[in-house]
C-alpha cells in the first residue's frame, strides 16, 4: 500500500479496487447504501462513524494492518497510522511509570502467541512482584495495532468475591446488564463480533472465576485474553507461560562497571535509585554491593526497586549488610514459601523494619484499603493524627516505594499500593491484633460516604458524587464483604441499602440485588431495624425489576409494602408505592401505575414532603395523559412545577422529570410548540445536571417534533445524539424512542433492511414501549407493517431476528452511524409517508 494515500476517502477507493469490487457490490456486503459508499469515497463525509469503518473493513476483507490503517486515516487527528498505535477512538492502556528491561524474550514469545490467534487464553504466571502486570501492559501495547478493537486492561486485584469478576468487567468495557438475559451471556453477547485483546491482571484471588473466563472465550472467537495471575487458571485452551526472574549479574568480579550496569536487574537497580537519588551512580566501589544485593533478591523487580528507595539514606553496601540481616533473622511461617516469595515477602519486611515506629503503625493501617484511598480517607481511619502528620508520613511510605501517588481528574491525589505490599501490611495488621478494629473503622468510614452520597443522589445532584463512589467501589465491596464475614448484619444492611441509589443508577443491578439479598437473608435480618428492612426490600425489588426478574421484584415490593404498612410506617409505605408504580410505568402497564401513584401523592401530602410530592405529580400526569384525560394531566403536571418552584428545586433531576411530563402530555395532545419549548427546557437542565436519562429521552422527544415536521435531517441528528447519551444511561425508555424514531426514518427513505434490523433491536424494549405515547407507538406497529409487506416475510424475518440477536451496545452503534448516513446522505422528503 502506497504511503501517499493518507485520506479516508483516497485509502477506501484503494482498497475497494484492490478486492476487484464495485461501489454497488462493496455496498451489498456491508449493508450500507450506494449513496452512503460514494460519499465517503468523495469525501462528502470526512469522519465516518467508527462502526461503519469496522463495517467496511470486514467486508473488504482486510487484514490487521490495512485495517489499521483505515481505522487511523477515518481518525487523522489522532495520531500516525502504525503497527503498534491504538486503534482510533479506542481507550489507551494505563500508562506504566518505568521502563521494562530485560524482558524482550517473554515479549516476543507472547507476541508470537498471541497475534497467532490459536492461542487465545495466554496466562502469565510468576510470583508476587515479578513483574507480570507491567510486562502484560507492555505486551498489550504492542499488539494494539493486531487487534480492530485494541487492547483492554482490567484490574481484578481489588476483587475478592468470585460472582464480582463479570460484573467489574462489563463496568469496566461499557457493557450494560440486560433484563432477562444473564450477565455472562450479554458479555458473550458484546465481545463475539469484536476482535480485541483482554488484559485481565491479578487473577490469584478469584480463580474460580476461571471457568466463566474461559466460557467467554469459547464464545467470542474474535476475543484473545492475556491474563496475569500467581497460579495459572487451569481451564481448557490455556496456555501457561511462567515468568522467570530478571537475569542477574555473574558472582565473579571480573566484570566491569559497564558490563554490570548493562544486566537487566543491575540496571533496575540503577534507574530505581537514581529516580531517588539523582547523584546515584554505579562505581568501581559499590558496584560488587550492588551486584550482590540484586542477586540476593533473586532479580525479582519489586524486591529490587524496595531496596533502591533507600539509597538515598544507606549506600549500597550497607544495604547489602542490613538486607543480609534481615533475611538471617526471618523464621516462622515465611519460610514455608516458594523461595520467590519468600525473597519477595522479606524484601517488603526489611524496608518495613526500617521505617519509624508511627510510619509502619500507618503502614498497616492503610493496608486495609482496596483499590486505593484519598488522603481524607487515610487521616480518618488510621487515626493517626491530624493531616499534616498523616501526610509527611505518607511522603516517607512513598519514597521507600511502599506505596504510590497519583492526581486523579479532579485534582484530589489518590493513593495505593502493591497488591503484594498490601498482602504484607494485611498480614502485619493481624499480627499486630489491629485488624478488626482498623477493618471497622474502614467499614464506617464507607457507610457514612455512601450515605452521603445516597443522600446527594436523593436530591437529584449526583453528579459530584458519582465518581466519587465509582472510585471507590473496591473499598465498598472490601467493606461488605467484611461485614458480611463478621456477622455484623445491620451495619452490612445499612451499607447496601445506602448504596441503593448509586446501583441503580449505574445499572448495577445484579450486584446491588446481591448483596442486598445476601443481609436480607441472614440469621437476624428479621430482627433488623423495620426501617432498614422494608428500605433494603425495596431497593431488592427495584433492582430485581431492572433485571427482568418481575416474580422477585413483586415479591420484594410487596412485603416492603406489607411490612411498612404493619410497622405505621408513612414514608416506607410511600417509597414502596412509588417503586411499583415505577416499575409498573417502566414495563408499560401505565393503567396499573395510576392507583399506587396517586396513593403514594396522598401519603407524601400528609407528610409534608413537597419535593416527593412534586415528583410524582409529574409521573402521575404522565400516566394519566396515556389514558387521554389530557385536562387533569395538565393539571396535575402544572401544580408539579409550581411545588418545584417555591421550593426553589427548579434545577433538580425530579424538576427535569417534571419538564419531560409536560412536553410528552403537549406532544400527545398534538402541541408541537408546546411540547418542543418544554422539551428544550428539560434537555437544557439535564444536560447541566449530566442526567442523561433525561438528555437521552428529550432528545427523543424532539427527533419525533422533527419528524411530525418533515425535518428529518434534524430528526436524525436529535436520535443519533439520544442514542449515544441513552447507550450509557439508565433510562432504556430514551433508547427505545430513539431507536423507533431511526427506524421511521429509514423506511421513510427505503432502507428497508436497515429499518428491519431496528426492529429487532427495538424487541428488546418490547414489553415497555407502551409507556411511550401512544400515536408514537402506533406509528411504529404502522412501520413494522410496511415494512415487513415491502421486503417480503421471509426477507423481514431472517433481517429482524439479526437485528434481535446483536448486543444492544452493537445495535446503538449500528444505529447512530446509520444517523451519521442519513445525516449526510438523505433529502428532506416533500411528503411524510
Sequence with gaps: MSSAITSFADLLRHLRTAAALSQEELAVRAGLSLRGISDLERGVRRAPHLNTVRVLADALGLGPEERQALLAAARPGTGPATADAAPAGYAPLPLPLTSLLGREREIATLVSLLRAGENRLVTLTGAGGSGKTRLALEVGARLQGAFADGSHFVDLAPVREVQLVLPTLAGALGVRERAGQSLLETLSRYLAPKHLLLLLDNCEQVLGAAPQIAALVAACPHLSVLATSRAALRVRGERDVPLPPLPLPGSDRRSSVAELAAVPSVALFLERAVANQPTFALSPENAAAVAAICRRLDGLPLAIELAAAWVRILPPTALLERLEQRLLLLTGGSRDLPPRQRTMRDAIAWSYDLLAPQEQALFRCLAVFAGGWTLEAAEIVSCGGDALTVLAELESLIAASLMQVGEQPDGEWRFRMLETVREFGMEQLAQHGELDAVSRRHAEYFLALARAGEAAILAGQPSEWLPRLEAE????????????????????????????????????????????????????????????????????????????????????????????????????????????????????????????????????????????????????????????????????????????????????????????????????????????????????????????AIVSATLGGLGQIALERRRDIVAAGYFREGLIQGGDGDYPLGVAWNLLGLMRLASRHGRLPAAARLVGGVDAFSELIQALPPAVVATYEAVVTRVQTSLGHPDFTATRQAGRDLPLEEMIDEAVALGDELINGVKEPRSAR
Excluded at 443491578?509 to 430482627?527: K, T, Y
Design 473 to 692: 467501589q473496591a473499598n465498598l465491596r472490601a467493606a461488605l464483604s467484611w461485614l458480611r464475614d463478621h456477622e455484623e448484619y445491620d451495619l452490612g444492611l445499612r451499607l447496601a441499602i445506602a448504596l441503593g441509589g448509586f446501583w441503580h443508577v449505574r445499572s448495577a443491578n445484579a450486584e446491588g440485588r446481591m448483596w442486598l439479598e445476601r443481609f436480607l437473608a441472614s440469621p437476624s435480618a428479621d430482627d433488623a431495624a423495620g426501617t432498614d428492612q422494608i428500605a433494603a426490600l425495596r431497593w431488592a425489588g427495584e433492582l430485581a425489576g431492572l433485571e427482568g426478574d418481575l416474580t422477585a421484584a413483586q415479591r420484594h415490593l410487596e412485603k416492603s409494602l406489607s411490612l411498612a404498612r404493619r410497622a405505621g410506617d408513612t414514608v416506607g409505605v410511600a417509597s414502596a408505592l412509588r417503586a411499583i408504580g415505577s416499575a409498573l410505568f417502566q414495563q408499560g402497564q401505565v393503567a396499573a401505575c395510576i392507583a399506587p401513584f396517586s396513593e403514594a401523592i396522598a401519603l407524601t401530602r400528609q407528610l409534608g414532603d413537597q419535593r416527593q410530592t412534586a415528583f410524582l405529580l409529574a409521573y402521575l400526569a404522565t400516566a394519566v395523559a396515556h389514558q387521554g384525560d389530557f385536562g387533569r394531566a395538565e393539571t396535575l403536571v402544572a401544580e408539579s412545577q409550581e411545588l418545584f418552584g417555591a421550593l426553589g428545586d427548579t434545577g433538580s433531576f425530579e424538576a427535569s422529570v417534571g419538564l419531560l411530563s409536560e412536553g410528552l402530555i403537549a406532544l400527545m395532545e398534538g402541541n408541537l410548540d408546546r411540547a418542543e419549548e418544554r422539551f428544550n427546557a428539560a434537555l437544557s437542565l439535564g444536560k447541566t445536571l449530566d442526567a442523561k
